[in-house]
T-cell receptor, first 115, second 113 residues
């Protein structure tokens, strides 16, 4: 079974600084998808960024980028120019594809933004 | 456009009771998935429905069941509630059976006492 591990229960960063959230996963698949979701106090899970394993290029969405290391099974999220609105729980998730399986989530990292 | 709508937002039930949670997907989305998020954990996959058929099931007991209606809305039913069923139940919809286009609702907070 696939597992997703987020080793940082909580991270704190100064506003406008850069922070990196870590995620490792375990799978025997060669093709799969990885995601970072944000969950603010409103509880709704919001997709931040998505990476297809067959793509070597790291995904980027504005201030958010990933460092995808397939051989190391590592998928970290970098947030540049941190803003107060970035404060939330961040979850790393894995999907092996195929439609019948759901996402496998990590336990999450609580990101605090210091003004 | 309305997002994924879940009802109720909160409810409290007693052990042994039955509960029904409801989800309306984004207009045009034909797939609905359900997740359970226990406090302090990431969401855990329960079911996926596509075109009114069950397409995927996570590792949950038979007390959990779901269905999808012709208008693509969905219900999650839990029988014989246990204290451990207390959680946030999230619904997600997508255009088809592919999961990478998920949009989540804000969830139903279930407390079992």
């Amino acid at each position: 079974a696939q597992t997703v591990t987020q080793s940082q229960p909580e991270m704190s960063v100064q506003e406008a600084e850069t922070v990196t959230l870590s995620c490792t996963y375990d799978t025997s698949e060669s093709d799969y998808y990885l995601f970072w979701y944000k969950q603010p106090p409103s509880r709704q899970m919001i997709l931040v960024i998505r990476q297809e394993a067959y793509k070597q290029q790291n995904a980027t969405e504005n201030r958010f980028s990933v460092n995808f290391q397939k051989a190391a099974k590592s998928f970290s999220l970098k947030i540049s120019d941190s803003q107060l609105g970035d404060a939330a729980m961040y979850f790393c998730a894995y999907w092996k594809g195929g439609g019948a399986d759901g996402l496998t989530f990590g336990k999450g990292t609580h990101l605090i933004i210091q003004p | 456009d309305a997002g994924v709508t879940q009802s109720p937002t909160h409810l409290i039930k007693t052990r042994g009771q039955h509960v029904t949670l409801r989800c309306s997907p984004i207009s045009g989305h034909k797939s609905v998935s359900w997740y359970q998020q226990v406090l302090g954990q990431g969401p855990q996959f329960i079911f996926q429905y596509y075109e009114k058929e069950e397409r995927g099931r996570g590792n949950f007991p038979d007390r959990f069941s779901a269905r999808q209606f012709p208008n693509y809305s969905s219900e999650l039913n839990v029988n014989a509630l246990l204290l451990g069923d207390s959680a946030l139940y999230l619904c997600a919809s997508s255009l088809d059976s592919l999961n990478y286009g998920y949009t989540f609702g804000s969830g139903t907070r279930l407390t079992v006492v």
